[in-house]
């Protein structure tokens, strides 16, 4: 990857529709993009991480989806139950099969209907995610690889193998609460102030409190916030805004030639408009087009956060739907309990 100017000059939105990020970093043709730098080796490499550990703890990276899940646009998640061998409950208003048990056994059984997009609640982005125009990561162009139940290419099938890596967790509002600054109470928890824009010098204090080690290509970062606090008890002020990075925090975390960043807002890069200037969603196209990174967006890392760890084997399982461009199934870390 070539040279990064870690500053927050706006590029040339002509000169990228017309090619200039093409060929992405890793070749003509390539469709890992940084899943590239997650070899055998590395894979191997991030279970030294557990090196030594007698206990070992398993933390969901995934917020619990519920009926009403606030999203962006008219993205929703609904979920009803199948009931089947008994009577439903009075004024139950899901789905009965039938009231009589099945067979000599008497067979009875419950199951979902779910009616949900894939970027909702915790979820990856994938290459396509975001583009200029129609055009996409690596010279990919929508009008050739669209479908009606998909993408042809750069789909979630083609990120390869489960991800399995490093993963590092900055937290930074928990840097923040130490000195009271810029963070509001949310339930008793601590969260960064809408829209407060997450700056270089936030991730190095961050990182150098931690103690945590110099980031190496194909590790997981992960920016800790403390917004997702607010689906349940403010879904409205949720989805108002949110907290993140911008140019120049994600030109310096893409440096590191990362296979996955997350954040446990519903969207990368801070909304306010003194930092973004109109530039609404600028960060997702340098990560998409320009870098080939994937970015997980609206993760829950409280439970990572109380249980102490910062460092952690991170895996990711997407649901492999032939044509989908993100993923809403979880990460997992998987960290020591060792002291």
Same mark, same amino acid.
């Given at each position: ?20 990020? !093409?060929?992405? @970093?890793? &070749? ?12 055998? *080796? ?5 279970? =030294? ?14 917020? /619990? ?7 962006? &646009? ?10 089947? &061998? ?6 139950? &208003? ?13 067979? =009875? ?23 200029? *125009? ?21 789909? !979630? !099938?083609?990120?390869?193998? @489960? ?21 509001? %109470? ?26 945590? @080690? ?28 949110? @907290? ?22 519903? !969207? ?30 609206? $993760?829950?890392? %409280? ?8 460092? $952690? /084997? ?11 461009? =993100? ?13």
């Amino acid at each position: 990857m070539s040279e990064i100017e870690i500053d927050d000059e706006m590029y040339d939105i002509d000169a990228v529709a017309k090619g200039a990020w !093409v060929p992405g @970093p890793y &070749g003509a043709g390539d469709q890992l993009g940084t899943y590239n730098e997650v070899t055998p *080796e590395k894979r191997a490499a991030a279970w =030294s991480i557990l090196e030594g550990a007698t206990r070992v703890q398993t933390i969901n990276l995934g917020d /619990v989806l519920f009926n009403g899940y606030p999203g962006f &646009g008219d993205r929703d998640y609904q979920q009803q139950l199948v009931i089947a &061998g008994y009577a439903p409950p009075e004024g139950y &208003g899901g789905i009965s099969k039938g009231t009589d048990p099945m067979g000599a056994t008497r067979l =009875s059984f419950h199951e979902e209907r779910v009616q949900t997009t894939y970027n909702i609640a915790s979820k990856v982005n994938g290459l396509l995610h975001c583009g200029v *125009e129609d055009l996409f990561y690596n010279g990919f162009r929508g009008r050739d690889i669209a479908r009606d139940h998909g993408t042809s290419d750069l789909d !979630v !099938v083609s990120w390869g193998p @489960p991800l399995v890596t490093r993963g590092f967790l900055i937290d930074v509002v928990g840097l923040k609460a130490e000195s009271g600054e810029n963070v509001f %109470e949310v339930n008793g928890r601590a969260s960064l102030e809408g829209n407060y824009r997450i700056t270089l010098e936030d991730l190095e204090a961050a990182c150098a409190r931690q103690g945590l @080690p110099a980031f190496e290509p194909g590790d997981a970062i992960m920016i800790r916030t403390g917004w997702n606090n607010l689906v349940r008890s403010d879904p409205e002020q949720f989805l108002s805004g949110a @907290p993140g990075p911008w140019l120049r925090e994600t030109r310096w975390l893409a440096s590191h030639r990362p296979a996955l960043l997350g954040i446990d807002c519903w !969207v990368w890069g801070t909304l306010d408009p003194e930092a973004t200037k109109g530039f609404y969603n600028a960060c997702h196209q340098e990560l998409n087009m320009r870098f080939g990174i994937r970015f997980g967006e609206g $993760f829950q890392f %409280e439970e990572l956060a109380d249980s102490g760890a910062d460092r $952690f /084997v991170l895996t990711h399982t997407p649901l492999r739907a032939e044509g989908a461009t =993100s993923s809403s199934v979880p990460a997992l870390a998987i960290a020591t309990l060792d002291d």
